[in-house]
């Protein structure tokens, strides 16, 4: 069985398109919590789909077993050169 590195993924509408600020809070789309980075990024990938025609609306892919244990090394598929979510 493989290790479980949950991540989430979560997106909405920005403040301004090339920031992280969120417009409204409150609209948030939390897509799910997935038991590893490659069916996360698969959601993210969809969701990311379904909004490319809006600059404002931006999904990401939240490392969530990192924060739970930030002294764990990452898996292959998430180190840094992994493509960016």
């Keep these: 069985m ?3 590195l949950l991540h989430l993924v979560f ?3 920005l403040k301004e398109p090339g920031g992280t600020e969120f417009a409204d809070l409150e609209k948030l789309d939390i897509v799910g919590i997935f038991p ?5 990024y698969e959601a993210w990938k969809a969701k990311a789909q379904m909004t490319v025609d809006d600059a404002h ?10 924060l739970l244990d930030p002294d764990a090394t990452a898996s292959p598929e998430e180190r840094p050169e992994e493509r960016e979510a």
């Design 36 to 40: 590893n980075y490659k069916s996360a």
């Design 2 to 4: 493989a290790r479980q």
């Design 57 to 66: 609306t931006r999904y990401f892919v939240v490392h969530i077993h990192r």
């Design 11 to 13: 997106g909405g509408e």
